[in-house]
């Protein structure tokens, strides 16, 4: 409705101008309303589908293939789809399916009251490297309302379409992860999607249409705030869904490959120790410190995690 009065209040000047005959004022009204029709065609709307595309083509949309510099939020080469499957569509593991009613809650990591957007912009500074989007841009507000759609969605779908197989969750072992034993992991049954050097297969040569198989590791990864980056909800992940269409790992290889990954370098996010403003909330599994415990930061990393949690539980009754 707006567009079409604005439009139709442009052709108007135009025959206002022309009647009075000033050459010079039509000639620039005229430049103005073509690049004015064109904006006002082109200009996304906040809708469920635009929000749909841009977790799927985020990399395209919002990262390097975004020729305007001020929408190049994201800042490596996942799609918030490489981790949320089917644009978190796909139940189980890391669907957004479920995820409205979840919002606003507490989160440990911020210190506070987060909504959906805060949380959409978490995964933006860190799953994808990235910076935050202004909460009341339009891209923000359209996946907002992809989110909120799946949701009223997933109440009405039929219990066979929200029915989902994954192996039974994952269980953590009881000792450190083994980096030797994840790298033998990740060379039988995660090479061949991922690469040799964990930089996974670019879509097309074009960096901007982003990646088939994407990274692991590398400038194009997830960075080291990520929750990905913590080897309990890797290994979660990844025991529920690699390799993709065919999750059949053991407990002890999703271990010791999600650590053997996280060992690997990745962008790094400036500030993270401000994250769990109350350290006592920081998972036991938080790679980088400062922590309320004794324990060092490799055991943080890669476990044992039992201890950790003994030691706070043994604080907690003192
Ligand atoms: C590298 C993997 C990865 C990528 C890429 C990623 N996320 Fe996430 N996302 C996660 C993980 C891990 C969690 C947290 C799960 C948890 O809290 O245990 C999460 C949580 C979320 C949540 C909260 C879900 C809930 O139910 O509480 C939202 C919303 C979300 N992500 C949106 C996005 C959006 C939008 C993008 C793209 C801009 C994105 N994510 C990209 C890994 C990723
Ligand atoms: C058949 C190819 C294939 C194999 C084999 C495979 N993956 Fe993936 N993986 C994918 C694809 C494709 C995605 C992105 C999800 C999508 O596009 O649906 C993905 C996503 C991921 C992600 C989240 C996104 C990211 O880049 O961080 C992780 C972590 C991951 N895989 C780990 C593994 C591990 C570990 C193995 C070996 C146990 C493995 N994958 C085996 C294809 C594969």
């Not at 989110?147 to 029915?163: C, F, N």
Request: hydrophobic share 35%.
């Amino acid at each position: 409705m707006a567009d079409i009065d604005r439009k139709k209040g442009l052709v108007l000047s135009l025959v206002a101008t022309a009647v009075f005959g000033a050459v010079v004022v039509l000639a620039t009204l005229n430049r103005e309303a073509s690049v004015a029709a064109v904006a006002l065609d082109d200009a996304p709307a906040p809708t469920p589908e635009y929000g749909q595309r841009l977790l799927r083509e985020t990399t395209k949309h919002l990262g390097t293939g975004q020729a305007d510099p001020a929408l190049q939020y994201s800042g490596n080469g996942l799609d918030c789809a490489s981790c949320h499957l089917e644009s978190g569509a796909s139940p189980g593991t890391l669907s957004l399916l479920e995820t409205a009613q979840r919002y606003p809650r507490f989160s440990g990591r911020d210190g506070g009251e987060r909504d959906l957007r805060d949380r959409i912009n978490g995964c933006m500074e860190r799953s994808m490297a990235g910076k935050p989007l202004p909460r009341d841009s339009v891209e923000m507000i359209a996946m907002e309302s992809y989110i909120l759609e799946l949701s009223r969605q997933y109440g009405a779908m039929s219990p066979a379409r929200t029915a989902f197989i994954e192996p039974p969750a994952f269980t953590e072992p009881d000792r450190r992860a083994d980096l030797v034993a994840g790298e033998i992991v990740y060379q039988e049954k995660c090479k061949i999607c991922h690469g040799e050097n964990g930089e996974g297969l670019k879509a097309t040569r074009d960096i901007g249409e982003g990646y088939t198989f994407p990274p692991l590791w590398g400038p194009d990864s997830y960075n080291n705030g990520a929750g990905m980056n913590r080897v309990l909800t890797a290994a979660n992940f990844i025991k529920a869904r690699m390799p993709l269409g065919q999750a059949d790992l053991s407990d002890d290889e999703a271990y010791d490959v999600s650590a053997y990954i996280n060992s690997k370098p990745r962008p790094v996010k400036e500030g993270l120790e401000e994250d769990y403003p109350e350290l006592f909330r920081k998972p036991v599994d938080s790679p980088y410190p400062p922590y309320a415990d004794p324990f060092p930061q490799e055991q943080h990393q890669y476990g044992p995690f039992g201890p950790i949690r003994a030691y706070y539980a043994q604080q907690n009754r003192e």
